[in-house]
Every structure is written in C-alpha cells, then in structure tokens.
C-alpha cells in the first residue's frame, strides 16, 4: 500500500494526525517544556515528530511561508533521522524585485 503524505499547505488546528513529506515548518518549543528538549533538539537535523499541536503563524520574520506553526506539547514525541533522505539545506534564497 503507497504513503499518503500531508501538504503543508492544507495544515490546519483540526486535525490531529498529519503525515508530511519533505518540506519545512516552523515549530515552537514554550517554556513549560523547553527543558525537556535542551539538548536534545539541534537545528539543520531532521525529526520525525507526533503529537504537536498546530497553531497560527504570528511569528515576526516569518521563517516559513506556511500561515501554521507545530507547537510541542507535553504528549509529543521526537525522533531524530539519522540518515534522512531528504536534502537538508539551511537556507533558502529569494529574489526581492
């Protein structure tokens, strides 16, 4: 049976199992459970994660285009990729006319 995969851009607050593909959002960790991930997060890895929470997307710059941001929770759980398949490129460059 094939993979189905979730668009990002069809994220939305209520649905509660997404299954994304190769694409990037912008996550946020509050303070009642920073200390849980210290250390245990590291920018340009690749995660598999479960049970985030969505929510809108007022961050000021916008690090992603998606209007949505995956915020953890107590219940999520995290696991880190070793060897994703999937190009992990640190920036994304834009042309400004």
């Known amino acids: 049976m094939a993979k189905t995969f979730d668009y990002l851009l069809d994220v939305n607050p209520r649905k ?11 996550a946020s960790i509050p303070k009642s459970v920073v200390a849980r991930w210290r250390g245990n997060i590291f920018e340009f890895q690749m995660y598999v994660m479960r049970n985030f929470i969505v929510v809108g997307n007022k961050t000021k710059p916008r690090t992603t285009n998606s209007n949505w941001i995956l915020m953890f929770s107590q219940r999520i759980t995290v696991t880190h990729v070793n060897n994703p398949s999937y190009p992990l490129e640190a920036f994304r460059f834009r042309h400004d006319c």
Do not use: K, M, V
Not at 16 to 26: E, V
């Open 16 to 26: 509660l199992a997404w299954n994304f593909n190769g694409d990037r959002i912008h």
